[in-house]
Each structure stands twice: as structure tokens, then as C-alpha cells.
DNA sequence: TATGAATGAGGGTTCATTCAT
DNA sequence: TATGAATGAACCCTCATTCAT
């Protein structure tokens, strides 16, 4: 593993952690066997760090993202398989979902642009989906917009709680979320029905 | 408004805004118009400060949300009831709400135990509500658990998105998420079981 | 007790305990039950307080010293009876010793004048008496000055070890001190002879 | 000179002049010639420098100690020689002995346990001292621990009043001390009996 | 490439003291 | 007489960053 690698690696844990302000670059330096000087031989700043790592986290997942929106399936399906790559993506990258949850004001303001644009791009083609599904009478009325909070909540919470090597794995959790997303926690009830 | 107040106020202001590290406590006296002693006077440390707005917040809710618990009503209307409630009571304190989701990692160890001893608080009352409902037989087979935390996860998340004062008001959003959470996104169809 | 003499009773514990410096107005004023500016009403400053223990505790001593100074007994009985009173005035107030040999550069530049004055005087005393010693061919050929300081180390350096109330009384170790610094340590031996 | 005995030397002088509590970092930097974090790049904090300075002012007496006291002459010789050593080690690092007297109570928790024992050594090496003495039958029926602070008190109060370039000289001073330590200030009267 | 040394700026906090009431 | 409130000044220390070598 390239030293620029380890620091990426070693400042993430860190930042999670700790936090990008309480974290030194000092500590991240010592972390990573290097001198201080050492260290902003690969990056010109701490911010570029947390930059690098919040960006390449959510481009990481992109391309993917784009493959589930632009697959040849029903939009329903396609949503449960947006829940199940959340869901698997985020387990196994728990300290970068902390980063991109935590410390987005911790970015320079071009950086903070730039973050706030990509996370925009995840949310409009979410709320695409989300019209394909109303286009097709399946989606009850609301405000798409809404729904795709509705959802990111729901997935980037699991930041606070979940622990993939828990009881419940990723997979499961995966299922659990686009059934609840999908058709609600409470059970269909005789005599019910929709609003 | 006494001074002590002001300074709450200000600095809540300034954590959400900034984040509780890159706030400086000459900033919260200087917007409070104080001296920094003259601050300091009535709290001890910049994160006494953090701590109170913080656990005030969370206490400030709790009565209400027993309330609720405790009310004579069937289980799946304290369930809308709690949405409600927490749309409202996040909608009106969108900094308060910030703080709590971003800033828990800057509290003294003591005030984080204090702080996710809290919390469990109240995860484990929405659990309780899950127990009825699941005795009920109107719940889904799903870990009551995970079913507080997405609902957790939706409520909380309107941190990052929504604007009470936009179109959507705090009372229509209540409803959207308890439908959501209870009967899912999308519109039932004829013939569908659930899984 | 008056509030005054209560605040110097706390504030000699205080200095003698801690330091000077790392004693705070507000600690003295705690625990002499008064609030800060409560202790200001009988002090003008800190200083001040420091001054009227180290002044007054000398001044204790001054007329019992000049008593045996004018006293009308031979000088090598004079010279046990001030080993006699040192060490009992000493252990009957070590706070007050300890503060008069530690925090001399605490006061004002202008009470530590009057302090080295007031030391002067002591000494100059103690080299009277050395005087008379030597007038009458009882003394080594040693300056006075040198003697004093070595009986004033003697005697003040009790500060650092002797406690009162163990094995060694005051009484006995007025004793051991004449008799250490009359004749020394050494017992005469057979043959010896004065050098 | 190093960048850190600069800093050594500076903080000494200063320590000793104002005392510690009085001697602000910025001002050791200013006359070492440095940033205040520049000098925080040598020391992590102003009580390591304090530190340092008094243990290292003890480790320095200490071999040259042991050397007198493991020497192959008979106790009374070693006693002198004790009295010489000392009195010339302190003339020569009066700013050293005073802080070594003064400040003791401005370390830190675990350095005033860690001086403490060092002292303590001292105190013991002296007692052996007097120990192998009053085994010759050379000594007067005195607890060795009170000889050995009567003999501290006597060195150690130079700090107070001793200029070694002034008309007595270290030789002549540890003469004087040793003879009066010894065989007391009197001169041995004829017929004169130890009580 | 690598680092010991250095720093300007700013951090939170404490201090003795004063003042309005 | 008594005190809650307030402050200017200074405290020790840490920071991300740079530079000379």
C-alpha cells in the first residue's frame, strides 16, 4: 500500500473517530509512520484529505448507482436494489459514511460546493426514479422529493446504530429497509384499505 | 431575555452553523455582547454549554413524548402521534436537532455517556410501542429495533433538508412520514401479499 | 473571630499549602464563607493579605526576641534561649514559616523592601550577640555574619522536615540546636584541642 | 550552546529571579530567542522544563557524592569534604539551589513524588554518614535524621545570603561550616564538659 | 525524498479586581 | 454591608503550515 494510501486509510479512521477538527495532522502523520513534513508532501492540506476521502467515497458508489438506475428492470425492483447497495456499501465502509454525514461543514467553501452538488446528483436520480414509479400509478401521492429523504434518512442513519457483523446482515438489512420503504412496517389488514 | 439565556441562544446558533470546534468561545461572547469572563461567568466551559443545549433539548421533548406513550389511545395512532410530534418539535429547532446529530462526539466522555444513556431512553420507549404493536399482531416480523432506528432515521434526517417554512408544512410532513413508515411508499395493488 | 482574622487563618493555610500564586481570591474567600468582593472590604489586594501575615508574624516574635536580647544573663545563655524560642515559635506556626521563607518575592516591591529590612533586623541582632561572645574570647575567630546565617539556616530549615508533634519535641530540639551549634556534632575526644 | 540548554539556562535564571508561577513561557522564548511554540518544540510544557532543571541539578551532585562517601578516609574526613562539596556545587549554581528550595510545590504531582525521593536519598546517604560516626563512638547521642537536617538547613540556607565572590570564599566557607558543624561556634573552654 | 526546527495565529481558560445595586 | 455580574489582561498551550537543509 502506497504511503498516500495509508494516509487516506489512516485519516479516515481517524476522522470518524475523533472528528476532522480534533484530529492533528500530527497524529495522522504518526499513524501513518511518516514526518508532518512528510505527510503534505502528498496532500497540500488536512482539508485536501477530508476532501479526497469524502469524494472518492461517493464516487465509488456512483458508477454502480448508475448501473441499478439504467438496468433494464421494473422500477420496484430497481429500488430494492438501490436499498440492498446502500445498505452493503455503506456496512462495509462504515467510517466513510460517518465522514460524509459528520463533516461536510469541516470542507473549504469550493469543497463544500462541489459536496453539496454530488449529493444533489444522488437525490435527482432518486427522485427519477421515484417519477417512473408515479408515471406508472405505483407511487402514492408525494412529493418525490420527500421520499428520497424519506429514504436517505433511512439508509445514512445506519451510521449511528448498525453493525454489519451483527446478528442482522447486510443483506437482511437490505430486504428489511425496501419492505418497509416499499410497504410499511405494520401488516396488511383484513378490510384495509389505501387512502 | 437574561444573559444566560442569550448565550445559550447564540451559541446554538453558532454550533449548527459552524460546528461546536470551529466556534470560538470569544465569538459566542461577541455575539452574546459579553466579555469572554463575562461568559464564562455563567458557564463553566465552552462544552458545559454544548452539553446543556444539547440534554435541554432532548428533556424538552421527553414530557411530551410520555405523554404520548401513556395516552388512551390504540398503538398505531401514538404512532402517528409521535411522528407528529417529532416533526414538529425537530421543525422548530432545526439547530437544536443539528447539534444533536453532529455534535455528540464533542462532549467530555462523562456528558457522552449521560447523552447516549439518553438516547437509549428513547429508542427503547419507541421499542416498547413496537412490543404493542407486534402483540397486537399488526407488525411486520421485523426486529423492533431496526424499525426504531429507520423510523429514527427519517425523522431525524429532516436536519439536513427540510425547510419548515416551505411548502410543505410540519403537519402534512407528520403525516407523510407516519403513512410512509406505517404503509409504505408506494400505493398497495390489487393482489399484493405482503412477502 | 472576626471575618478579617478568619481570612487570614484561611489564607496562611492556603499560601503555606499551595503557594501564593496558585491560591486564588475566590478559593480564600470560599472557604472563609465570604463572597469575593466581601473579601476585598477588609483587604485592599491579595497582596496585602500576604503582607500582613508575613509582617505580622515577625512582628510576633520581635519583642520576646529583644526580651532576650536585654535580658541580664551571660551570652551563651542568651544564645540557648533564642535556639529555645525559635524552634518553639516555629512549630507553633509552620504555615507562617513556610510562607515567610517561600513567598518573600511574592509581595509588592515595596513591602519586599520593608521585609528584607525587617530581616536585616534580625540578623543584625543575632551578630550583637555574636559580638558580645567575641568581646569576651568565647567565640571562634569566625564572622558573625556567617554565624547568624548558619544559625538562621538551622533554625528556619525546620520548615521542611520537623513536625511538632512527633517523637522530638519543641523543647528538646531547642536543645540538640544550641548544643549542635555551641559545641557541634562531635563529641570532644581525649587529647583533642581546640584548633 | 543547543537551542534546548539555551532555553535550560534562560528558564533557570528567570525561575530563580521571579519565580516560577511568575515566569510567563512567553517571556523564557522571548530571551531564548524563540517562538513560544518554538520552544514548546524542545520542552512539552513549562513544568518539564522546571523539572528537568531541579533533577538534573541533583543527578549532578549525586556521583561526586556517592564518590565521597564510598572513599577510602575515615568518616570525620568525609564530613568535611561533604560540607566542602556542597557548599561549592551550590556557589557555583545559586539559581539552581533556589529553585531547588522554592519550587518544589510548582511540579507536578509526579514529579514532587519523584523529588521527594530524590531527596530523600540525600538525606539517607548523610544519615549512613552519621550512622558509621556514632559507630566510632564519635558522635553525641543525637538522632542521626535531626544532624543530617541541622547539617541540609545549614548548607542549603546559602541560597539566601551567600555570594561566593564576595570575601569568603567556597573553600573557606565549607571550612567554617564544617568546623562549626563539627566542633560547634565556641571555642572549648578550659574545664569545659559536653553536658 | 525526507525531516528537525520554527512560527503566526488562535485556542480555551483563569486571574485579581471593580462596579452597580 | 454585601454580592452577582462583569472585564482587561494574561495565562499555557496547540494548531496547520512552511522552510532550510
Redesign the pocket.
Given at each position: 500500500m502506497s504511503?498516500r494510501d495509508t494516509i487516506l486509510r489512516v485519516a479516515t479512521r481517524l476522522f470518524a473517530d475523533k472528528g476532522f477538527e480534533r484530529?492533528?495532522?500530527?497524529k495522522i502523520a504518526e499513524e501513518a509512520d511518516?514526518?508532518?513534513?512528510?505527510m503534505?508532501?502528498y496532500f497540500?492540506?488536512?482539508?485536501e484529505i477530508l476532501n479526497e476521502i469524502m469524494i472518492g467515497f461517493m464516487d465509488e458508489g456512483y458508477t454502480r448507482l448508475m448501473d441499478i438506475y439504467t438496468s433494464d428492470v421494473d422500477p420496484v425492483e430497481k429500488l430494492e436494489a438501490v436499498c440492498t447497495f446502500y445498505v452493503e456499501h455503506y456496512a462495509g465502509h462504515k467510517d466513510q459514511l460517518t465522514i460524509l454525514i459528520s463533516e461536510g461543514k469541516s470542507l473549504s467553501l469550493e469543497h463544500q460546493q462541489a459536496f453539496i452538488d454530488k449529493k444533489r446528483v444522488y437525490v435527482e436520480a432518486l427522485k427519477r426514479l421515484f417519477d417512473d414509479l408515479a408515471k406508472g400509478g405505483l407511487l402514492k401521492p408525494i412529493d418525490p422529493s420527500v421520499l428520497a429523504f424519506i429514504f436517505f434518512g433511512m439508509v445514512h442513519w445506519t451510521y449511528s446504530w448498525y453493525n454489519p457483523r451483527g446478528e442482522i446482515g447486510p443483506e437482511v438489512l437490505g430486504k428489511i429497509f425496501s419492505e418497509v420503504f416499499i410497504r410499511g412496517a405494520l401488516k396488511d389488514q383484513e378490510g384495509d384499505k389505501p387512502r
Open positions: 504511503q484530529t492533528s495532522v500530527r511518516l514526518s508532518v513534513p512528510g503534505f508532501h497540500p492540506s488536512k482539508e
